[in-house]
Nanobody, 126 residues
Framework: QVELVESGGGSVQSGGSLRLSCAAS????????MGWFRQSPGKEREGVSC????????YYADSVKGRFTASRDNTKNTVYLQMNSLIPEDTAMYYC???????????????????WGQGTQVTVSS
């Protein structure tokens, strides 16, 4: 059983940056594709990024390409999401998720991710 805990959310002004962290415990995530998703009220959950087990495969939603960068440190069992040039449309609850598939083959289908964190809120004001 993998437990995921996100941190690093907060409130920033448009143009600002935040770095989200997702710490895993209970089991290694070194063999897992790790995704970041977000959801705002009234909207469907959106796949933001996915990182393959080695970090060499990186996938991003078009809406965040060039602004967000995912990374991972398998020695710390932790993944990160660096978010730059934030805009109000990025406001959402952000979740990390672990997939049994190491290669993010099914991203952004969220039902391919079996373990989810509780989320961290990101609010961007204009």
């Amino acid at each position: 059983q993998v437990e995921l805990v996100e941190s690093g959310g907060g409130s920033v002004q448009s143009g600002g940056s935040l770095r989200l962290s997702c710490a895993a415990s209970g089991h290694t995530i070194s063999n897992s594709g790790m995704g970041w998703f977000r959801q705002s009220p009234g909207k469907e959950r959106e796949g933001v990024s996915c990182l393959s087990w080695s970090g060499s495969g990186q996938y991003y939603a078009d809406s965040v390409k060039g602004r967000f960068t995912a990374s991972r440190d398998n020695t710390k069992n932790t993944v990160y999401l660096q978010m730059n040039s934030l805009i109000p449309e990025d406001t959402a609850m952000y979740y990390c998720a672990a997939s049994k598939d190491p290669f993010c083959s099914y991203f952004p289908q969220h039902d391919s991710f079996g373990y989810w964190g509780q989320g961290t809120q990101v609010t961007v004001s204009s």
